[in-house]
């Protein structure tokens, strides 16, 4: 029964075995991506899928958000995200180490690993970096150095969205009640500013 669910979960990630001709967008990032306090078709990884399909491209969305993930967390966990090959990589973290005030040389370090990994996987990838801000709390040194490692990451990707909440941080009405997770039109937001920098790079 164990090796029965094990594949189960394994088909069910690498998407019911696609045809050969089908691409992949793998999103991998914290509570954000998964869509924290929301149904998963409420997340913008769906919205993303809905403009793929809308625009009659033959790509698999899928969703690998974990609530909760650090930048460090994502290293250990994207080797397995990676048995499916990424054609498109979005890489969205960060913010729970900017919440937690790790140290950003430490964030930065494990986001190129992280970006390094998925190259190795696939020379071919292709790989949107989405960028975070640290809470103001944190501090006018902090915030600017958690900024600046970004803006070296994005060197080192092919396409770089600065910052992932852009048109929806601060703003009550798009954010559930604790303030930091999207709502599902905060979510649509997302999903519009990202498919801005993510449609250029989908082949038709």
């Known amino acids: 029964m164990f090796k029965i669910s094990t594949f189960l979960v394994f088909f069910i990630f690498m998407g019911f075995l696609p045809d050969s001709t089908e691409r992949t967008i793998i999103v991998f990032g914290d509570s954000i991506a998964a869509g924290y306090g929301l149904d998963s078709d409420q997340a913008f990884p769906a919205f993303i899928q809905e403009k793929v399909d809308n625009s009659g491209l033959n ?8 609530s909760g993930e650090t930048s460090a967390g994502g290293l250990r966990r994207v080797d397995w995200i990676l048995q499916r090959q990424a054609d498109i990589f979005i890489l969205e973290l960060g913010g729970n ?10 964030t930065k370090q494990n986001l190129r690993g992280i970006m390094q990994k998925v190259r190795n996987s696939n020379p071919d990838v292709k790989i949107l970096l989405a960028g975070m801000e640290a809470p103001p709390n944190m501090g006018d040194t902090y915030t600017s150095h958690f900024r600046e490692i970004f803006k070296k990451l994005s060197e080192e990707a092919d396409v770089f969205m600065p910052f992932i909440l ?39």
């Open 59 to 66: 790509y698999r969305v899928i969703n690998a958000g974990l």
């Open 97 to 106: 180490d900017g919440l937690r005030g790790i140290d950003p040389d430490l």
């Open 166 to 204: 852009e048109d929806v941080a601060g703003i009550s009405e798009l954010n559930l009640p604790d303030g930091i997770h999207p709502t599902e039109e905060g979510h649509r937001i997302i999903a519009n500013n990202l498919w801005e920098y993510l449609r250029p790079m989908l082949v038709d």
